[in-house]
């Protein structure tokens, strides 16, 4: 199994109503759940732009230096993303066309390179 991230960006977004966001929150957590009854799903999560940016970081003599929100020349943030497990490309793209439906926006694929890395606390890697 390949792992591949399904991401939009939140420039690629327009304005929505209240109710509009609730309606396609509904139809997107259909899509998710799908996900997770076939066992792809690994993770995801939403609602990002500029207003949840805490902090930006760049490495200056070697030393990270922190600048509050996000970079300043970026125009452009995540709005969400699921990270899938699945066999093939042609796989990944059926779940990003179910998404991009659901949503009535685009979303990008990405595959990673090989296997990532599990965090908390679980003795792997650590």
């Not at 076939?38 to 995801?44: K, M, P, R, S, Y």
């Not at 922190?66 to 943030?77: I, N, R």
């Amino acid at each position: 199994m390949t792992e591949y991230v399904i991401a939009f960006n939140d420039e690629w977004v327009p304005e929505h109503t209240e109710e509009e966001i609730r309606a396609k929150g509904t139809a997107s957590r259909a899509v998710v759940a799908e996900m997770r009854d076939a066992g792809v799903l690994i993770f995801t999560n939403g609602a990002l732009d500029r207003s949840t940016a805490l902090c930006s970081v760049r490495s200056v003599d070697g030393e990270p230096v922190f600048t509050d929100g996000p970079y300043v020349e970026t125009k452009e943030h995540l709005g969400g993303f699921c990270v899938v497990d699945v066999p093939d490309d042609q796989t990944a793209r059926y779940w990003a066309g179910r998404l991009a439906t659901a949503l009535d926006w685009p979303q990008e694929v990405h595959r990673f390179p090989g296997p990532g890395h599990v965090g908390h606390g679980s003795g792997e890697g650590e």
